[in-house]
């Protein structure tokens, strides 16, 4: 079992920069997998960034690659996520997700291949 709890987001300025954290507890190890998703009312949520726990390569949507980093605190043990040059399209519930086993880095955009969600943090981004 792994509980996942997202913290960090907000009301912010076009322009500004927010960051989120996921911190993780539970049956995880450095092949997990942990992804940012977001969704917009009316929308599918969608894929932002993903990381294995133990590091390495991330992942990132191409709408946010360049402005967002995704990277573990160590201190904190959490994995966040540095949001800048924020956008109104950037508006959405940011949602941290887990995937317990290893799996190949051409699966990590797939919600359906993640085991546990955090509830989310909204973010909202006024112009």
């Known amino acids: 079992q792994v509980q996942v709890v997202e913290t960090g987001g907000g009301l912010v300025q076009a322009g500004g920069s927010l960051r989120l954290s996921c911190a993780a507890s539970?049956?995880?190890?450095?092949?997990?997998?942990i992804g940012w998703f977001r969704q917009t009312p009316g929308k599918e949520r969608e894929f932002v960034s993903a990381r294995s726990w133990g590091g390495g390569s991330t992942r990132y949507a191409d709408s946010v690659r360049g402005r967002f980093t995704m990277s573990r605190n160590n201190a904190k043990n959490t994995m966040d996520l540095q949001m800048n040059s924020l956008n109104s399209e950037d508006t959405a519930v940011y949602y941290c997700?887990?995937?317990?086993?290893?799996?190949?880095?051409?699966?990590?955009?797939?919600?359906?291949?993640?085991?546990?969600w955090g509830q989310g943090t909204q973010v909202t981004v006024s112009s």
């Open positions: 997700a887990v995937r317990v086993r290893r799996i190949i880095v051409g699966m990590w955009e797939h919600q359906n291949e993640y085991d546990y």
């Open positions: 539970g049956s995880t190890s450095k092949d997990s997998v």
